[in-house]
């Protein structure tokens, strides 16, 4: 082991931290901290808001789903006019692939007892403020928001999304942003990081995608103002050839929602 990668034990799992990055392992999947540990002779120093926001849930990742009321809001990204990105292969949009998965998962989920609504179930546009009522109208008791991503050739892998805590800085920014604000689903910090990293891990083994990690982002309208846990997973890249490739085949896509469904069982 390197000098500056050190480890923290907890009762269910092992964190490995590397000085100077904000990357980290939860029993071998990755997250991302607020801020990179440093070691001062010799003894590491993690930031108290990533022992609190991230280490804390995580330790404590076998805990159950929250399922109060047992209702699930499903939103696929886009719709309408708005295709999300298109396909490196052609004419297939983000938007299409989205649907599908949703679709796919819903049965799954309520085979598990779950009572799922979708914020659109077909090709019309949902204003972004629209799927956070829908949820708050539905008492639902997760949000899970459905995407797929984009980038210049050459990313590929799975990213999962919550809101950064108060005080952190994002892992993916879109424009200069205010650290110290408490948003509404700041109030769901712990269960936002425990969900995220459930789903995450189920998806990577259920599916077999690169892990690039659960994330933090503040600027994502259907995540910042939910009253319930609330996540938003980019279920690969189809801007990457082999990816995209994989996520237009209704198998690979039946994997995508068989892995969040076992996250939820
Ligand atoms: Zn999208």
């Not at 799927?131 to 991503?149: C, M, W």
């Amino acid at each position: 082991m390197a000098k500056d990668v050190f480890q923290i034990q907890s009762p269910v799992g092992a964190f490995q931290l590397t000085a100077g990055t904000r990357v980290a392992n939860w029993n071998g999947v990755k997250f991302h901290l607020g801020f990179a540990p440093v070691i001062t002779n010799g003894v590491p120093f993690v930031h108290s808001l990533d022992v609190d926001k991230n280490l804390a849930p995580l330790s404590q990742v076998n805990r159950p789903v929250p399922r109060g009321r047992g209702v699930i809001v499903l939103d696929p990204g886009h719709g309408g006019a708005d295709n999300g990105t298109k396909s490196v292969l052609g004419n297939f949009f983000e938007k299409d692939y989205a649907l599908d998965w949703a679709r796919r998962l819903k049965p799954l989920l309520e085979a598990r007892g779950w009572r799922v609504l979708l914020t659109r179930d077909g090709n019309r546009p949902v204003e972004l403020g629209e799927r956070v009522l829908i949820a708050q109208r539905e008492q639902a008791d997760l949000f899970i928001s459905l995407h797929f991503n984009s980038a210049a050739p050459g990313a590929m892998g799975l990213e999962t999304f919550c809101l950064t805590p108060a005080g952190m800085p994002s892992t993916l920014l879109r424009g200069p942003e205010e650290n110290n604000v408490f948003l509404p689903n700041n109030a769901q910090d712990f269960a936002n990081q425990h969900l995220a990293m459930r789903v995450h891990r189920s998806l990577l083994q259920t599916a077999g995608m690169a892990d690039r990690g659960v994330r933090r982002a503040r600027f994502m309208a259907v995540l910042k103002t939910q009253q319930r846990p609330a996540i938003l997973i980019e279920g690969g890249y189809i801007t990457d050839r082999n990816e995209a490739k994989l996520i237009a085949s209704p198998e690979y896509r039946q994997k995508l929602a068989l892995g969040v469904a076992k996250a939820l069982e």
